[in-house]
């Protein structure tokens, strides 16, 4: 099957090939998955010229982990990928506290549209 339509774009991290000495290309299922993680990774206003990209995941560090914060946290994680990579459908957010002292797992579920294919994010984030 050809994913072309899901698009390609500079791999993340950025990494250089080795024969070619240009930037690695992350293609299809791959870019996606890599959108997402940049997504998260990015405090919104970090980028000055587009300031509303990104999340606001940084703002839990330290945070009270009851069931309401926890909720609201999974509630603004999907709605800040929905918002902002056109490509990903039925966002899923759960949260899990209790596997690890101070760290959150993440489990980000999604259907990607062009191909309907499910795919998972695994992200571990550390309160402390």
Known sequence: MR???LGSGMKFPPQINPVTGR???AKGETSVKESVY??????KTE???RPEFGSS???YTFMDTSVTMLNIMAREIAGDLMSQEPRLAD????????????CLIIYID????????RDNLVFPFYLD
Do not use: A, C
Request: aromatic share 10%; net charge neutral; glycine share 2%.
């Open 23 to 25: 930037f690695e290309v």
């Open 110 to 117: 999604y259907l990607i549209r062009q191909t309907n294919v």
């Open 47 to 49: 980028r000055w010229i």
């Open 38 to 43: 940049l997504i998260l990774m990015t405090q």
């Open 91 to 102: 966002v899923n957010v759960s949260i899990d506290s209790t596997s690890k002292q101070g």
């Open 57 to 59: 995941l940084m703002n």
């Open 3 to 5: 994913q072309e339509f």
